[in-house]
């Protein structure tokens, strides 16, 4: 009877498992977001190069680690040294990805303002890396696309693609199979509106997320995230009133509004929770907590689940969730 009521006991004391969450997720920040769930089973997120907490030095390529992409913790930097291929500049947008038996990590390598942006590629055998860096795949001069930052990697018909782009056009190009150089020509894929590329396949349709609007302006940020569909990878897109994204269309499903807690929601990627429901994962900034100490805008990590309407993706009430919402389902 002890031992009965020794484990009950200590089953009483075990914490209830959480049911609720609400953002953001992991803070102070983690801008320009991109996730993968590992062969391990974990959530990795990767952000863009900041300096937050009493490290005057910036994180290059900060990465979090997860179980249930709710509770967060910071695992190390992508990078023990920048990539040199280019003079000057910083690691923005990178885009995580596991492919030929390797973590693929592609990056864009640029400064504000910069006439010269390029991309690059670096590869590791474990998510949390160090990332051996493979160098660039072209600079803006080079493929002849201004701002060419935001890479985005794809697999369509076991060929591999990298979309990219920042307010100069979205465009796509083939890969090599190892993905380490380009093939052939580019093609575009959205208007000048756009930055952020993102492209799901559900349903026989492929869905473009964007963002519009400015990233970076604190609490007058307007960033947000709009989308565009297309029965080919490589388009054309329209979104609901059928508007080609080539001439600037897209169905908005996340922004802000004056009353909205947070500024500036978008450069988003998706993932898939253990129901195999998706989730928009994103950056947004508070607004009564709008930038760090460097001066840089704060955009801590956000999650929303996507809501499947009629063949379209919606966020529910079009702006991040403020209040507690229902966790991902985990095993």
């Given at each position: 009877m002890a031992i009965i009521l020794a484990g009950c006991s200590q089953e009483a004391e075990q914490p209830a498992e959480t049911e609720s969450f609400a953002n953001p997720v992991y803070e102070p920040v983690l801008a320009d977001p991109s996730i993968i769930q590992a062969e391990d089973g974990s959530y990795y997120a990767y952000g863009t190069e900041d300096a937050w907490g009493d490290d005057s030095e910036t994180k290059l390529v900060p990465i979090s680690r997860s179980t249930n992409l709710i509770d967060w913790e910071f695992v190390g930097e992508a990078f023990e040294e920048k990539p040199d291929w280019k003079t000057a500049g910083d690691l923005w947008a990178p885009d995580i990805q596991f492919y030929n038996d390797q973590y693929m990590l592609f990056y864009s390598l640029s400064l504000w303002g910069d006439s010269n942006p390029g991309i690059g590629v670096a590869v590791?055998?474990?998510?949390?890396?160090?990332?051996?860096?493979?160098?660039k795949l072209f600079t803006s001069e080079e493929i002849g696309v201004d701002n060419s930052i935001d890479p985005f990697f794809y697999v369509e018909d076991e060929v591999p693609y990298l979309a990219w782009g920042s307010f100069h056009g979205i465009y796509g190009i083939e890969l090599s199979q190892d993905g380490l150089t380009t093939v052939g020509e580019k093609f575009q894929l959205a208007?000048?509106?756009y930055e952020a590329p993102y492209i799901i396949e559900r349903d026989g349709f492929y869905y473009f997320f964007g963002s519009k609007g400015s990233c970076c302006d604190g609490q007058d940020s307007t960033y947000h995230v709009a989308v565009g569909r297309s029965e080919n990878f490589k388009g054309p897109y329209v979104d609901r009133e059928g508007k080609?994204?080539?001439?600037?269309?897209?169905t908005t499903i996340l922004s802000s509004d004056e009353e909205s807690k947070f500024a500036g929601p978008g450069h988003n990627s998706v993932i898939k929770d253990e129901a195999g429901e998706d989730w928009l994962v994103y950056h947004a900034i508070e607004k009564a907590?709008?930038?760090?100490?460097?001066?840089?805008?704060r955009r801590p990590l956000m999650i929303d689940p996507i809501i499947w309407e009629d063949g379209w993706p919606a966020i529910e009430g079009g702006q991040p969730s403020?209040?507690?919402?229902?966790?991902?389902?985990?095993d």
């Open positions: 590791a055998a474990s998510p949390a890396g160090p990332f051996e860096d493979k160098g208007g000048e509106d080609t994204l080539l001439d600037n269309g897209g907590d709008p930038v760090l100490w460097t001066g840089a805008s403020e209040e507690e919402i229902p966790v991902p389902v985990m």
